[in-house]
């Protein structure tokens, strides 16, 4: 009998339960890594074995790949989940895993380099004939007065972004051609100073535009298939925080002609694993943002559209074997919502660390609750706030809303503040009952 | 021989703890009939867990820990043996470093928590300590 292979699980909190759950499915050994802060993590009571590789601050535990490494040494792992955040986008690391000659359950180094990078990613979706942005054909060049006549040809407003960029770092509107010179200085010296590279781009600026993403699996063998599209509209401050799948209002064919396009840029670029591209969407026409080249928070949304688990199709495929189904077996049913939530004050979404002294998970037809938290547990302040996803299924839109707020109601966590309350008032609010969320609603205070 | 028997025990229930406490591993006890000679093996781990389970003896011993994540390749002291603040205790080999594991504190080496050429975590407990 040969032995089960072992994943190390390089993350934590309710990802790290997700991805136990899967390899117990696949048969598989998990080994768990903690930081001191979270030796009650829930996960770590499910795993074959598991470490403690460090202090309580990211920078020395889950982002430290010596550490991480160190530790499946140590625990003889056989490959390495990264889940998502942490070092999931790190070519370095996936890199530094294939060298230690375990399997790296993600896109190769080389992929994730090209797509990490703006402007090269821009270009390989222009390539591959996804919709992109009017914008500068690559970095702007140093001389300002070309700079100048390249954003007056893009036209005004427009938006300057690092090429490294993410998290809203090195990027500046510029309303008119006045402001260029300004803009791209302050967007190459933010860049700087984030992310060690000063390349900047420039593109068109949507007023208001919604978030729309593209799911994709891609296999080692030259297949690759999209699972449906997902609505992130639902933002404060760049941070999602309801997603849902479909998205409502947008035609079905739409979204399937865009969807065979992302399937088609994955096999140029000889993708592999779960993916996903984002765009923004305003007045009928799609435009790429950036790839993800990891699993999503909100990737549950999709499976349960599709009943298709995708981090257990992520591993296999991780392990050489090609994806179970093909683009005809995806049917994509019913409808979907996501909430996160986040240890968070409603209104002020401000981090409220603390003990959770009540627990009471939603449960009932339709709901599915991804959660590492149980009464007692201490949510930590050094990490992210999310403690949990409550995931919904209708098998119409009206039908889930109405199950995501008897749901939410439903839920009971004591001891600290959460974002149930915020997202309950989404989900009265009009705009969100017409499908008519933009990104920059809930920062305008339209959803009240 | 109950009445014996019974003191014998109720002297043992004593001793023995005392004996731990002061990391004594061997004594003669002085019979009405000869002489009892006393050999305390090293305390089993549940042993001591369950001796230790109470908070009020919980709150009386120290862990010392391992300095970093590695192999805990060898102890050099023993359950029973008094040791001083600062002592080496065993080692733990991280890649080609080998890094000593140092007493928090005096006291009495109550139990070795992980078997050596094992794997340890960061700050793991590795022996536990009755403090002087």
């Given amino acids: 009998m040969t032995k089960p292979l072992r994943v190390l699980i390089a993350n934590r909190g309710e990802i790290a339960l997700r991805i136990v759950r899967a390899c117990r499915l696949m048969g598989l050994e998990t080994i768990g890594i903690y930081s001191e802060a979270d030796a009650d993590l829930a996960h770590l009571d499910h795993v074959d074995a598991k470490v403690c590789i460090g202090p309580a601050s990211a920078a020395q535990s889950y982002l430290d790949q010596e550490r991480i490494l160190r530790a499946a040494r140590l625990c003889q792992a056989d490959m390495v989940h990264p889940g998502y955040g942490f070092l999931s986008e790190n070519p370095d690391f996936a890199e530094a895993v294939e060298d230690a000659g375990l399997i790296f359950i993600g896109p190769t180094a080389q992929v994730m380099r090209l797509m990490g990078d703006k402007i090269s990613a821009k270009k390989e979706m222009i390539a591959a004939g996804v919709p992109c942005l009017p914008g500068s054909d690559g970095a702007l060049p140093d001389s300002a007065q070309d700079t100048q006549r390249i954003c007056d040809t893009i036209g005004y407003p427009l938006i300057v972004k690092a090429s490294a960029g993410g998290g809203g770092r090195g990027m500046r509107i510029v309303e008119s051609a006045t402001d260029v010179a300004n803009a791209v200085a302050n967007a190459r010296q933010e860049s700087l100073l984030a992310f060690g590279k000063q390349d900047v781009y420039a593109e068109r600026f949507l007023e208001s535009p919604r978030h729309i993403e593209i799911q994709v699996m891609a296999d080692r063998h030259g297949h690759a298939v999209w699972l449906g599209a997902r609505d992130c509209s639902v933002q404060r401050r760049h941070q999602k925080l309801m997603e849902e799948a479909p998205p409502a209002g947008i035609p079905e064919q739409e979204i399937a002609a865009l969807g065979v396009k992302c399937a088609h840029a994955c096999q140029q670029i000889g993708y592999v694993g779960a993916g996903t591209f984002e765009f923004l969407y305003e007045d009928g026409q799609f435009c790429f943002i950036e790839m993800n080249t990891r699993l999503q928070v909100e990737h549950p949304v999709t499976e349960m559209t599709t009943s298709i688990d995708i981090v257990r199709e992520q591993i296999s495929v991780a392990r050489g074997h090609p994806l179970s189904f093909t683009q005809t077996d995806v049917k994509c049913m019913g409808h979907a919502i996501e909430c996160r939530i986040n240890a968070e004050n409603p209104d002020t979404f401000l981090p409220n660390p603390g003990k959770i002294t009540e627990w009471w998970p939603a449960g009932g037809p339709g709901v599915r609750m991804d959660s590492h938290i149980y009464e007692s547990y201490v949510v930590p302040p050094y990490y992210d706030s999310l403690i949990a996803k409550l995931i919904v299924y209708g098998s119409t839109r009206e039908d889930a809303i109405e199950r995501m707020r008897a749901a939410l109601a439903e839920t009971r966590i004591g001891g600290i503040c959460t974002t149930i309350p915020l997202q309950q008032r989404v989900l009265q609010s009009e705009s969100f009952l017409k499908g008519m969320v933009t990104v920059h609603s809930l920062d305008k205070g339209l959803m009240k | ?132």
């Fill in chain 2, 1 to 132: 021989m109950p009445d014996h028997n019974t003191q014998l025990i109720d002297l043992l229930t004593v001793l023995v703890p005392r004996m731990r406490e002061h990391g004594i591993v061997s004594c003669d006890v002085p019979l009405e009939e000869g002489q009892l000679k006393l050999e305390l093996t090293p305390l089993q781990i549940v042993d001591v867990l369950h001796n230790v389970s109470t908070v009020e003896s919980a709150a009386r011993t120290v862990d010392a820990l391992s300095p970093e994540m590695g192999i805990f390749s060898e102890a050099v002291v023993e359950e029973g043996l008094h040791i001083t603040k600062g002592a080496i205790l065993g080692f733990v080999d991280v890649g080609p470093l080998r890094l000593a594991l140092d007493a928090p504190v005096s006291g009495t080496v109550l139990l070795c928590l992980v078997p050596v050429n094992s794997v340890v975590g960061y700050h793991q407990p590795v022996f536990r300590i009755q403090p002087d």
